[in-house]
């Protein structure tokens, strides 16, 4: 192991507190017209990443800490991260498997606490390394999945990830033992970050949820990443909401909203515009947690400041939104209902895939063998690559080829099944051409509020 000591920069650490269930306390703080937001912030010098924690925390809106890890640690190049760190070459996260325990605890201290969980992100479907490290160092919350961080990510064979998993979860759930309740969200709701029909992102991440349930995780988050259209996403979310109250064996759960991650604007106008309706959205369906954007997010990975400021404008923003009323379904704009389109389509891929099998792992390896989750644009070798998508006119993702999912008779299609490249490139920018549009008076404001940039 080598890494930068805690001399270096860091103090000494004493015995860390017991860490809270992060769940626990993101469903206190949040939820009913309140927010609690989230960057998603990884820097390789461990200095930075607790200057990175220490501004998060400090920030005026309630948040929790994020550590991104690098992505040599996230397919498990370790010699590489090894290599980085040896010739000082900055890393695009924190390697916390390649630094000493003493290091990352000092990172940690005085930061972490009752007021203020940390959550590990990563991105691996191998991560193995990962949780033992996280084990050793009693960080009881991540996040992921045997298809999320799968599927888009590499070129893993799915059943090795549904194994990776299965064994991780049951690793995790160890920490009991010691009294920490280990928490994970899953990824399942953000699949490719654009062009899947929302109904699929309920499913897989509900899916997911279940599955990290059945190998005894009791503390639950699940995202839902926004996409198009305010009401769809509306949908989405209560739907999700829903499926969760009717399946989830755990009343330890909350949703976890993402800003867009297709192709973000450019302008910081369109950037904040963007933002603040997902902190709407999350507050309109009551979703607990927002993980923010920031405006450098079209052009570079943005800074400790920006995220700072993405978090307060999204904070600010959930605020106001809540007095408005937007916390109150009756005020919520179109598609009010639960038993909405989406609802139904989530519900018969959910349905249909545990019938397949008891074990949801092996459930989840037979609905992708047979197309009965099929994930559009996705080019793994376990996804079938045969259902497509289409935004309409209206701005609503539909499907335009279900291929072989079991939603003949229910889903809402858009247009032909045929999709030209022009319409893959013209779908893939629709939201950064929509929110990079000039104001239409001078002046405009950013949803009512200036924000200084």
Known sequence: MIGIEPTRGLRPVRQAPTPVDFGEFVRREGGGGRLVVQPRMGFGDPVRMREGLLATKEADATTVGTVTLDSYTRVGDLAAVESALRQGIDLNGYPVVSHP?????????????????????????????????????????????????????????????VRNWAGCCELYGRLRQVGIEPHLETFGGCMMGQLCPPSQLVAISLLEALFFAQHGIRSLSLSYAQQTHMGQDQEAVRALRRLCAELLPTGNWHIVVYAYMGVYPESSRGAYRLLGQAAELAVSTGAERLIVKTAAEARRIPTIYENVLALEYAGRTAELAARRGAADDRTATGHESADSQTYAEARALVERVLDLDGDIGRALLAAFRHGYLDVPYCVHPDNAGRTRSRIGADGRLRWADIGNLPLSKIAELSGSGRITSTDLMNDLHHIRRRFDEPPRELGESIDGELVRV
């Open 101 to 161: 325990p003493s290091t990352t605890a000092a990172v940690l201290e005085g930061v972490r606490d009752a007021t203020f969980p940390v959550q590990i992100r990563h991105g691996s479907a191998t991560p193995i390394d990962i949780f033992w490290t996280m084990m050793r160092l009693r960080l009881n919350a991540t996040e992921g999945g045997p298809v999320s961080y799968c599927l888009p990510y590499g070129r893993t064979p799915l059943n090795e990830a």
